[in-house]
DNA sequence: CGGTATCCCCCAAGATACTG
DNA sequence: CAGTATCTTGGGGGATACCG
């Protein structure tokens, strides 16, 4: 498995970039994007579980994250029913779920901070296992 | 590893984040800090080869991503000498060095996308086709 | 239920010029 | 050589209200 950055720069969708770091990056950066993929990871949600599972997130950000992740081919949307009430159920693309590996790495290096020089809180149990 | 978020909250250095996943994302999000990283990744670097390495950079852009890279701990700054030209090198401090199973982990991938997805370019190659 | 429509603020990031 | 000092801008993200 090749870890370096390979060319002088990349190209994807029309958008050029300085090497696939940056890519990635654009990709999954910013503050909610990673967050929201790491909730779809084992399974598909709906719009309302996503608002409830992402902390803190407003509907509009949720809305146009997905968007995103949609446009950039990490997530399918799918839309059951016509009218009101609808059910819309978000899940990763196959693409996305290549991603599941780096999210797994990510998450582990956060926990692994925490454990080190950070603190857990847990509201309801208290957490004995990590 | 554990590759699930832990607790319901985390604390680290007085912020609070809703999971480890936004912690690792404050630490290395955004357009610049993965990038640094990785070009410090096997070798420390002077600032002007940074300058050089990580492509379109600005100065000042640079100058205040290794800031914060350094107030968080993954990078340290060293100087030699005191009047100018003073030297200046940067590199990864050890905690710093945890986070490069990650950057690999997101090469990969994003050299994944690109080979199936995107297009690689040589300058000295393939200048022609820019 | 699953979003939009507005409005607003902040700050990451760029451009340019200058300095110990 | 290794940065600061200003100024500017774009857009990510938030608050609130409304809609099919």
Redo the contacts between chains.
């Keep these: 498995?090749?870890?370096?950055?390979?060319?002088?720069?990349?190209?994807?969708?029309g958008k050029v970039y300085?090497?696939?770091?940056?890519?990635?990056?654009d990709?999954i950066?910013?503050?909610w994007k990673?967050?929201i993929l790491?909730h779809l990871k084992d399974a598909e949600k709906r719009y309302s579980e996503l608002r409830k599972e992402?902390?803190?997130v407003t509907e509009m950000t949720l809305s146009l994250q997905l968007k995103q992740l949609e446009k950039d081919g990490l997530v399918l949307r799918k839309v059951h029913g016509k009218k009101p009430p609808i059910k819309v159920v978000y899940s990763l693309t196959d693409f996305g779920k290549?991603?599941i590996?780096?999210?797994?790495?990510?998450?582990?290096?956060?926990?692994?901070?925490?454990l080190e020089?950070?603190?857990?809180?847990?509201?309801?149990t208290c957490?004995n296992e990590?």
Tied chains: 1, 2.
């Design positions: 498995m090749k870890t370096e950055c390979i060319g002088d720069y990349v190209k994807l969708k300085p090497c696939t770091i940056s890519l990635a990056m990709l950066g910013g503050k990673a967050v790491y992402v902390p803190n290549t991603f590996p780096v999210l797994e790495t990510i998450t582990s290096w956060g926990n692994q901070i925490v020089k950070g603190e857990f809180v847990n509201n309801s957490l990590i």
